[in-house]
T-cell receptor
Framework: DQQVKQNSPSLSVQEGRISILNCDYTNSMFDYFLWYKKYPAEGPTFLISISSIKDKNEDGRFTVFLNKSAKHLSLHIVPSQPGDSAVYFCAASLNNAGNMLTFGGGTRLMVKP | DAGVIQSPRHEVTEMGQEVTLRCKPISGHDYLFWYRQTMMRGLELLIYFNNNVPIDDSGMPEDRFSAKMPNASFSTLKIQPSEPRDSAVYFC?????????FGPGTRLTVT
């Protein structure tokens, strides 16, 4: 049973436009959410996170939105750059589950010049 | 800090052979995680340790898989005997809070 889902396996966006990556979760007890970016032949690297007490967190070109009632979060990248082309994973954690993360299946973002 | 270190980066072995993957976590991190990434299943958590003690190994696929953490700076994931379906990229990650830091991974190919 996948508790964190990324329903779009891939997304193609033109350089300069907005990229929106989506993530849904089923466990209402998740209280912290993260996005990781992964380039080929490298490990995932942390991008941005959000606590369940917030509905938005912004860091430069990256903004994460959390809709708790819909159990949905999204990552907005604006403007998108070719260097943003990578696989993006969303992840969720429970405060009482140590530091364990549950990952989604990933979305491959391709930003075309 | 050098980050999480994994070795080897690539491993090619024949079916039936023993494979040992190694991980050195970031100094001071008290959690260590082993993941496997495949096209079919994405990133799967295999096992994780807290202060060198295994906490949850429910993701370990079979008895052929075992993991140890003899001290705070070293962990191994062993597969014995290896099978072609074990071919994947294996990641180690460490953390002290909810943000995990990943190593570069070991690409395992079992022929």
């Amino acid at each position: 049973d996948q508790q964190v889902k990324q329903n779009s396996p891939s997304l193609s966006v033109q350089e300069g436009r907005i990229s929106i990556l989506n993530c849904d979760y089923t466990n209402s007890m998740f209280d912290y959410f993260l996005w990781y970016k992964k380039y080929p032949a490298e490990g995932p690297t942390f991008l941005i996170s959000i606590s369940s007490i917030k509905d938005k967190n912004e860091d430069g070109r990256f903004t994460v939105f959390l809709n708790k009632s819909a159990k949905h979060l999204s990552l907005h990248i604006v403007p998108s750059q070719p260097g943003d082309s990578a696989v993006y994973f969303c992840a969720a954690s429970l405060n009482n589950a140590g530091n364990m993360l549950t990952f989604g299946g990933g979305t491959r973002l391709m930003v075309k010049p | 800090d050098a980050g999480v270190i994994q070795s080897p980066r690539h491993e090619v072995t024949e079916m039936g052979q023993e494979v040992t993957l190694r991980c050195k976590p970031i100094s001071g991190h008290d959690y260590l995680f082993w993941y496997r990434q495949t096209m079919m299943r994405g990133l799967e958590l295999l096992i994780y340790f807290n202060n060198n003690v295994p906490i949850d190994d429910s993701g370990m696929p079979e008895d052929r898989f075992s993991a140890k953490m003899p001290n705070a700076s070293f962990s191994t994931l062993k597969i014995q005997p290896s099978e072609p379906r074990d071919s994947a990229v294996y990641f180690c990650a460490s953390s002290t809070r909810q943000r995990q830091y990943f190593g570069p991974g070991t690409r395992l190919t079992v022929t």
